[in-house]
């Protein structure tokens, strides 16, 4: 993976991809991180996204999510992944560490949102490789994700990158009278062969 800063140029097709201290370290970036991330979640889950919500967060509600997963990102207990166009934010995820004392080698990635002008260009992918990348390197042991089972896409996109299905909870999703599967996934690292990398996954920038 190349690392860049985000105001260098660059040619490349992808987005760049910042960590929390890379946002951080922008003052720019920084005051405007969790008014773009509620733009992006109000606008999927105004369209019918599964991201947790039956309705629109607000933007206090949004804001209080990012100042907790910079907080627990900064501090080694989750990681955070930013993709922009530009310095037009398009795309986050992130991933934290399990809170109950027996449960902390491991993390589960949280949520995982790309704004829908930059759907079907691989956004998600990059940002899934590098959070899965950011796991390894922290020591995590298992990854854990859940889903909603109409999620077919997202659903693809974790199995092609080594989670695989642990459970699910039938009917357990509900919407006003619609109901879905909710799914579980895993992925182990203890089962990878040493040495073992993730993908390139584009140009990622870390902090200056």
Known sequence: MRHS????????PGPVVLDAHGVLADPELAAEFAGSTHRILADLVGAGAALGWVDPPDRD????LVERVLA???????ALRAAY???????LGYWLRHTRPTSRPHADLEKLAVAATAHRRGTGRTLTTALIADARAAGIEVLTLDARADNAHALRLYRSLGFREYGRLPDFVAIGEHRW???????DFRAEPSGATAS????????A
């Open 5 to 12: 800063m985000i105001n260098e140029p660059d040619n490349s």
């Open 85 to 91: 166009a530009g310095r037009t934010l398009i795309g």
């Open 200 to 207: 390139d996954a584009g140009p990622v920038a870390g902090h």
């Open 61 to 64: 509600e949004v804001a209080e």
């Open 181 to 187: 599967d909710k799914v579980f996934y895993m992925l």
């Open 72 to 78: 627990a990102a900064t501090s080694g207990d989750g």
